[in-house]
C-alpha cells in the first residue's frame, strides 16, 4: 500500500503497472493534485521549495487527522487518487487509525536507531579486533628482529664475505671459483647450526 501510494503521489504509472498496481484515478499533474489535498485537508505535500515531495508517512499522517472531518465524497476522491481500487481499503485503514499509525512508526524508528546502536558497536569491536591484530604482528617482527637466529644468518653471512675477499686477495678470481664449493658447503654447515643452537633456545 505504501510503495502504491508513494508512485500514485510522484505519478509513476510505469512503476505501478511494474507492480501489478492500476492506474485508474491517478492525478497525472503533480500540481492538481497538490491542490486536491491542500484544498481538502490544509496539507500541502510539497517542500517550501514547490518541487520536492514530504515524506510519504508525513503526507498519510496528516491527511489522516483530517480524515473524519472530511465528507463521503471528499474520502472517496482521496482514496482513488492516492491508492486506485486495489489499496483504497488498505489506506483507508491506515488514515482512520492515525493514532496505530504514529506508534508503530515511533516503533519503527526505535527500532532502526538500536539496530544502528549495534551496528556502531560491532563496527568498533571489528576496529579492536583489527588494531590487536597489527600489534601482535608489529611485536612478532620486532621479535623476529632482533633475535638470535637472525643475528646468527647475518654474522655468517659476514664473515662468508670476509673469507671470500681473504681469499680473492691471496688466490684471485679463478682460486675463488675453484674453492666454490667448498665455501657453499661451509656456510650451508653455518647456518644449519645456528638453526640447531636456535632451536635449542
Known amino acids: 500500500m505504501w510503495r502504491t501510494v ?4 510522484r505519478g509513476a504509472d510505469t ?3 511494474e507492480m501489478g498496481e492500476d492506474t485508474e484515478g491517478m492525478v497525472e499533474s503533480t500540481s492538481k493534485l497538490q491542490d486536491l489535498i491542500k484544498g481538502m485537508t490544509g496539507f500541502d505535500i510539497l517542500k517550501e521549495d514547490g518541487k520536492t515531495f514530504k515524506d510519504i508517512y508525513d503526507i498519510v499522517l496528516n491527511i489522516g487527522k483530517e480524515w473524519e472531518n472530511l465528507s463521503d465524497i471528499d474520502q472517496a476522491a482521496l482514496l482513488e487518487a492516492l491508492a486506485g481500487k486495489q489499496q483504497s481499503n488498505a489506506l483507508a485503514a491506515a488514515l482512520s487509525n492515525v493514532d496505530i499509525l504514529e506508534k508503530s512508526y515511533k516503533e519503527a524508528m526505535n527500532a532502526q536507531g538500536s539496530a544502528l546502536e549495534e551496528q556502531e558497536k560491532y563496527k568498533q569491536s571489528l576496529q579492536y ?3 590487536r591484530t597489527k600489534a601482535s604482528l608489529e611485536e612478532l617482527a620486532n621479535d623476529f628482529l632482533s633475535s638470535d637466529l637472525l643475528k646468527g644468518l647475518i654474522d655468517s653471512g659476514d664473515k ?3 673469507i671470500l675477499d681473504w681469499i680473492i686477495d691471496k688466490f684471485g678470481v679463478l682460486g ?3 674453492g666454490g664449493a ?3 658447503a661451509g656456510l650451508f654447515t653455518g647456518i644449519k647450526n ?3 643452537a636456535y632451536e635449542c633456545m
Open 6 to 9: 508513494s508512485a500514485r503521489i
Open 15 to 17: 512503476e505501478l503497472k
Open 129 to 131: 579486533s583489527i588494531d
Open 160 to 162: 662468508l664475505i670476509n
Open 176 to 178: 675463488t671459483l675453484a
Open 182 to 184: 667448498g665455501l657453499f
Open 194 to 196: 645456528v638453526g640447531i
